[in-house]
């Protein structure tokens, strides 16, 4: 339903002359894209208004659409389980995983907190087909994620100090989906290279 709307939307674009033919992929991937986050805001909402869960669902919720947006990484294959995945991952990290991670002690936390930041800044991001970067663009990118993480660790530092550790571990959820997604791309281009 999404993937039709945007082609539609991109169809229109293009036919009225806004829009060059050569950039209608990215533009269908982008349309899609912008739609999506649409409908998973719209349910995240939903969500916390029903849980009470707000500080828990915005803590996991801001860091990763931060830092998916330029670290990139796995997609799935349509949009119903894109949003499926999305939504349960959303559900999943603020109301189970993010309170066990809480829970532990603040040193620990910390380190593995430090641990996956400082492998979030090696990671190289990880674009779909779509986005076809320049050289150029691609380091301005990873420059940018390099600063959003380093923003995510300073928020994650100085939550520990004036509230508790709620932001830091739903935030930590947020940066283990963020590098998860990027090896599963990964993985999945070295598979398709292998099969061809």
Not at 19 to 31: D, G, S
Not at 111 to 128: G, N, R, S
Not at 164 to 189: E, F, N, T
């Amino acid at each position: 339903m999404v993937h039709i709307l945007a082609i539609r939307l991109s169809d229109y674009l293009v036919k009225r002359g806004w829009m060059e033919k050569e950039r209608y992929n990215w533009c269908v991937y982008a349309l899609e894209k912008r739609l999506g986050l649409l409908i998973l805001l719209s349910f995240s909402t939903i969500w916390m208004i029903l849980s009470r869960l707000y500080f828990e669902t915005l803590s996991f919720l801001v860091p990763l659409y931060l830092l998916r947006r330029r670290i990139g990484g796995w997609h799935a294959k349509n949009t119903f389980l894109c949003f499926g995945l999305s939504f349960g991952i959303v559900i999943l990290s603020s109301s189970l995983l993010g309170r066990l991670i809480s829970e532990l002690p603040p040193f620990g936390l910390l380190t593995i907190d430090a641990i996956m930041i400082l492998f979030a800044l090696c990671l190289q991001p990880e674009y779909p087909p779509q986005l076809s970067f320049s050289v150029e663009e691609k380091a301005e990118n990873c420059r940018i994620k390099n600063r959003l993480i380093v923003f995510v660790f300073l928020l994650q530092c100085s939550s520990l100090v004036f509230f508790d550790s709620r932001v830091l571990a739903h935030s930590l959820c947020a940066v283990i989906i963020c590098v998860i997604a990027v090896l599963l791309q990964k993985q999945k281009g070295r598979y398709n290279n292998e099969k061809t």
